[in-house]
């Protein structure tokens, strides 16, 4: 009996403790600010934090924590930040689409075109861009590169065209490429010869991986496809990257059913489609090609480094490659002067040093602690007589050249932050708009198309010996051939005769 | 004879201890693992507590853990009053009515769990009532109470129904028939259908996703984000769950192991 009373009191403790989030109570000028982000994209405080230290800052707290004390102190009105996370852009859309509310979300750039066009932004204030407001951190610090960037992009609202600027601010950033292993024999020469379409080579059949998601493969198969068209452009012409742009942005149909003979070929030839082994897969030598984000790259070549002692490096082919960026928009009804206040926050130099540390990608925002901070990760030591003059004044703005050790021409840096000459030829690739469906209905066959012959003749068989076996076993004992004889100098007698 | 006997009790062994090999592979290989100091399983480290290490000291992921935990027991108590009370209204009420019942009762069972997640969600934003625990709560027992009646319903079934009647002509109230007589003879099926929806409830992950408060995670929902856009953080999140996993294999194995003994114990005494 008194058993039952503690589980019964136990169990109503219970119901109340998880009950009471629901009825967190704020004061009522306390200020809610919803982000909605990728998992583990922000600096989340602790041992693991570039802030922390083990006396000055033993518990480094998270970037939310201090965005909350330091909007209070600049604004003097407290405010609470809900900040939750997603895993992929259409988990973020969903979320949107079925009324949950948000005031600041990171998509990536496809998804902000989506998001645009079906008109569910809000373009960023006035206030945001006035450069003489020195809490105006973001237009302040975001790299020239990246800013050019956006003015240039132009996306449809509604029935008008608008560039990204104005409703887009960027977080962080990147291009696509491929890991590879350098012990390989000739593999840095195959992929110069190559580019691309070192994928569907047979020397490197079931050696390499891609992404498992359209849009990336889509890109490798138009780089594939258009191949001799795009290194034929002039590279020192003006508009180079613009016409690499437009060739990369091809939906047509003639163009999506050429890509899909491509990328058949390809999926025969590598060793899978991909969403997080193949990281793991490089590290440990299954395969020695695989494509990657620039910051998942980096984060793949520390791996190595630290796991299996063993050096990868990053190419980024001379066709093209992908630029990509997750960005910081307002949906319509945000709370538009906080969630601009936590832009300019995130793009506080220091602040952005802090997120690029945890995450390892590369922050948008240009100032002068970032630039100190990449010379302190990656210039080459006094000693080391092989170090090149590595210029990055096209992101950091004039006289930025660090002094790298010549390896990573081809490692972490080179991820990070390609050179001008390379970041000419990567494009961004626009929302699909009305060709969605036909790319998607391209994906979803690539994927199908997955059995061999042999494998449906298995299948074949298999389910014949089945419907068979059923059938023997219900219909076998009428059928003489099935009977069991009876034995020499016996009679079968059937059962009516019996009675 | 007796050769032949051996051979294929000695077959019988192999071919179970193959598929008990074969199921459970996977996660003795975590369990190895959880003792090397690496984030990449097949690459070899050294031996440490790495991962138990940041298992138990990181409050985000014990955070999550309770959440889920929580979450899988009350979502599997309330489902299993309310399938215990499903399967009895089901077994008492007229044969027609009882065919219609029992079928409308497991649609969740059959329905892809996708949709039974996305027509929630709608609902639930139709009707105004947004995301919070009690909907994530609603999503959770819906997915668990059908399981819950179909567990119930077979001891149901078994029961000697004229004790119940007889301890009505005894004077007892229904009331009290229904816990001391009925409820007895089925607690079996009853404690069965918890079991099974505590597990259901905690490796759910398309429900969760579309029911839970935006700022609330369970190791499920955890994990699918984190693997999804991967960095040197969650990496080592996710090996710590490996930790997690061998510990939970163990106590489970354990519970498995004592309730088999003290069980074999209990038949001998019969004897």
């Known amino acids: ?499 | 004879m007796n050769k032949k006997a051996l051979a294929i009790k000695c077959l019988k062994a192999f071919f179970i201890g193959l598929i008990l090999l074969l199921l459970y592979a996977p996660i003795l290989l975590l369990a190895v693992y959880s003792f090397v100091d690496t984030d990449t399983i097949g690459m070899w480290g050294e031996f440490s507590f790495t991962h138990y290490i940041k298992l138990l000291g990181d409050s985000v992921i014990l955070k999550m853990i309770s959440n889920t935990l929580l979450l899988a027991f009350l979502a599997a108590l309330l489902s299993t009053v309310l399938g215990t009370m499903g399967a009895l209204g089901i077994y008492y009420s007229k044969r027609r009515t009882k065919a219609a019942l029992s079928g409308a009762s497991q649609i969740p069972i059959i329905n892809a769990e996708i949709v039974t997640a996305l027509a929630l969600a709608i609902t639930f934003v139709v009707i105004g009532l947004g995301k919070s625990y009690f909907t994530l709560l609603i999503g959770h027992m819906i997915i668990c109470t059908p399981f819950v009646v179909l567990s119930v319903m077979p001891k149901l079934k078994q029961m000697d129904n004229s004790l119940y009647e007889a301890a009505l002509d005894l004077g007892a109230s229904p009331f009290k028939a229904l816990f001391g007589v009925v409820l007895p003879q089925i607690i079996p099926g009853v404690i069965s259908g918890f079991m099974l929806a505590i597990t259901l409830s905690l490796d759910d992950y398309i429900v969760t996703s579309y029911t839970k408060p935006s700022t609330f995670n369970t190791i499920s929902t955890y994990v699918y984000n984190a693997t999804m856009k991967g960095n040197a953080h969650t990496a080592e999140v996710l090996s710590s769950f490996w930790a997690l996993t061998t510990i939970l294999f163990i106590v489970i194995l354990g519970v498995t192991l004592a309730a088999n003994l003290t069980g074999g114990k209990k038949k001998e005494r019969t004897k």
């Open chain 1, 1 to 499: 009996m008194k058993g039952k009373k503690i589980a019964c009191v136990t169990a109503s403790l219970l119901l109340l403790s998880s009950l009471a989030p629901l009825s967190g109570c704020g004061s009522e000028e306390e200020i809610l600010l919803r982000v909605y982000s990728w998992e583990e994209y922000i600096d989340e405080g602790g041992e693991d934090s570039y802030s922390y230290d083990p006396v000055e800052n033993p518990d480094a707290p998270s970037m939310i924590e201090d965005f909350e004390a330091w909007y209070e102190a600049t604004y003097e009105t407290p405010i609470r930040v809900e900040y939750s996370t997603f895993g992929t852009n259409e988990d973020l859309y969903n979320q949107l689409k079925l009324g949950n509310k948000y005031d600041l979300v990171c998509p990536s750039e496809y998804m902000i075109m989506k998001l645009a066009a079906e008109g569910m932004l809000q373009p960023l204030s006035e206030e945001f861009f006035d450069e003489n407001n020195e809490l105006n951190y973001y237009v302040n610090n975001v790299s020239p590169f990246i800013a050019d960037v956006f003015e240039n992009g132009s996306m449809t609202v509604g029935e008008e065209t608008h560039s990204w600027s104005e409703y887009a601010a960027g977080y962080m950033w990147g291009t696509t490429g491929l890991i590879y292993n350098p012990q390989i024999d000739g593999i840095a020469d195959d992929l110069d010869e190559y580019g691309w379409s070192i994928l569907l080579q047979n020397k490197y059949k079931k050696q390499a991986t891609t992404k498992d998601n359209v849009r990336d493969t889509y890109f490798v198969g138009l780089a594939i496809l258009f191949r001799d068209e795009l290194m034929n452009l002039d590279r020192n012409a003006p508009d180079y990257n613009e016409k690499v742009t437009e060739i990369m942005n091809r939906t047509d149909e003639k163009t999506v059913s050429a890509v899909y003979e491509i990328l058949l070929d390809m999926k025969r030839n590598i060793f899978g489609f991909e969403t997080d082994t193949g990281k793991s897969d490089m590290v440990k030598g299954t395969i020695c090609l695989n494509f990657a984000w620039a910051g998942d790259a980096v984060y793949a070549m520390d791996l190595a480094e630290e796991e299996n002692d063993m050096k990868l490096n990053f190419y980024i082919p001379k066709e093209s490659a992908n630029l990509y960026f997750d960005g910081w928009v307002m949906p319509k009804g945000a709370n538009t002067q906080a969630a601009e206040a936590f832009i300019n926050f995130m793009s506080i130099p220091e602040n952005a040093v802090r997120n690029m540390d945890f995450i390892g990608y590369s922050s948008v925002i240009a100032g002068e602690e970032v630039f100190d901070y990449v010379v302190e990760t990656y210039s080459a030591e006094d000693s080391d007589e092989t170090a090149v003059e590595y210029d990055l004044s096209y992101f950091f703005g004039e006289g930025a050249v660090i002094n790298a050790p010549s390896e990573q021409l081809n490692r972490q840096l080179y991820a990070q932050y390609p050179p001008q000459e390379t970041m000419k030829r990567c494009a961004v690739m626009d929302y699909y708009g009305e060709d969605d469906a036909r790319i998607n209905e391209l994906w979803t066959h690539i994927k199908g198309e997955s059995l061999d012959a042999w494998a449906i003749i298995v299948i074949c068989v298999t389910v014949i010996a089945i419907v068979g076996g059923v059938l023997l076993m219900k219909f076998g004992g009428k059928i003489d051939f099935f009977r069991k004889k009876p034995k020499k100098g016996y009679e079968l007698v059937k059962q009516e005769n019996i009675r």
